[in-house]
T-cell receptor, first 116, second 109 residues
Framework: NAGVMQNPRHLVRRRGQEARLRCSPM?????VYWYRQLPEEGLKFMVY????????ESGMPKERFSAEFPKEGPSILRIQQVVRGDSAAYFC??????????????FGQGTRLTVV | DAKTTQPTSMDCAEGRAANLPCNHS???????VYWYRQIHSQGPQYIIH???NNETNEMASLIITEDRKSSTLILPHATLRDTAVYYC??????????FGKGTRLHILP
C-alpha cells in the first residue's frame, strides 16, 4: 500500500504564475488535509476536504488559494498569481475518515514551492 | 491555537531514554492526546496516541497522568535518527490536527 504521494516534490514558479500541487491519498482514504510550513516555522492547517466537498477551509488565505478533491483523481491545491511569500513547503495528509480517535493521519513528503 | 505546552528543546544522550513532557491542562473528556514528529524536511510522522490509559507501541510509550492534564512521550533507547521536532496534540474525533511549536529533540552521540 503506497503512502501519500505528493508531486511535484519541488516546484519553481515566477511571480505571477500559477502553482498546482497534487496529492494522492493512501488507498481507501477519502479525507485529505493540506498544511503549509514556512521556512523555520511550524505547520499551519489550511484546508480539510472530503471527496467533492470542502469540510473546513478556515486556514486558507482569502485570495488566490483554492483546493479541490474530485471524485476521481488527486486532490489539488492551486495558488494563483504566486508571490515570494508563498514560498514554503506544502504537506498533504490523508485518513480513512475524519481524523478520528482510532485513525491517524498519514503525511506525504511535501512539495517545496519556490517563487522567484 | 494549540492547546498544549511543550519545552522548546531538549537534549538526550544516544542509547538513553528520551522523556518528552507535554502539558494540556484544558483537555476535554473527549479529546485524545496524539504525538507526531517531523524529521528535518520530511512530512510529519505519527508516533502514538491515547485517551486515559498508558499506551505502548514499537516506537514509543505514552504516559498520561490520572487527571489527564499532562503526558510524557518516552523513546526507550534514543538513536541519532530520533533527532526531530516532536509535537504533542490534543483533539476530538473528526477534527483537524493543529500543530504547536513542538519540542526540538537533539540526540547527542
Amino acid at each position: 500500500n503506497a503512502g501519500v504521494m505528493q508531486n511535484p516534490r519541488h516546484l519553481v514558479r515566477r511571480r505571477g504564475q500559477e502553482a498546482r500541487l497534487r496529492c494522492s491519498p493512501m488507498k481507501g482514504h477519502s479525507h485529505v488535509y493540506w498544511y503549509r510550513q514556512l521556512p523555520e516555522e511550524g505547520l499551519k492547517f489550511m484546508v480539510y476536504l472530503q471527496k467533492e466537498n470542502i469540510i473546513d477551509e478556515s486556514g486558507m488565505p482569502k485570495e488566490r488559494f483554492s483546493a479541490e478533491f474530485p471524485k476521481e483523481g488527486p486532490s489539488i491545491l492551486r495558488i494563483q498569481q504566486v508571490v515570494r511569500g508563498d514560498s514554503a513547503a506544502y504537506f498533504c495528509a490523508s485518513s480513512p475518515r475524519g481524523q478520528g480517535a482510532y485513525t491517524e493521519a498519514f503525511f506525504g513528503q511535501g512539495t517545496r514551492l519556490t517563487v522567484v | 491555537d494549540a492547546k498544549t505546552t511543550q519545552p522548546t528543546s531538549m537534549d538526550c544522550a544516544e542509547g538513553r531514554a528520551a522523556n518528552l513532557p507535554c502539558n494540556h491542562s484544558t483537555i476535554s473528556g473527549n479529546e485524545y492526546v496524539y504525538w507526531y514528529r517531523q524529521i528535518h524536511s520530511q512530512g510529519p510522522q505519527y508516533i502514538i496516541h491515547g485517551l486515559k490509559n498508558n499506551e505502548t507501541n514499537e516506537m514509543a510509550s505514552l504516559i498520561i497522568t490520572e487527571d489527564r492534564k499532562s503526558s510524557t512521550l518516552i523513546l526507550p533507547h534514543a538513536t541519532l535518527r530520533d533527532t526531530a521536532v516532536y509535537y504533542c496534540i490534543v483533539r476530538v474525533e473528526g477534527d483537524k490536527i493543529i500543530f504547536g511549536k513542538g519540542t526540538r529533540l537533539h540526540i547527542l552521540p
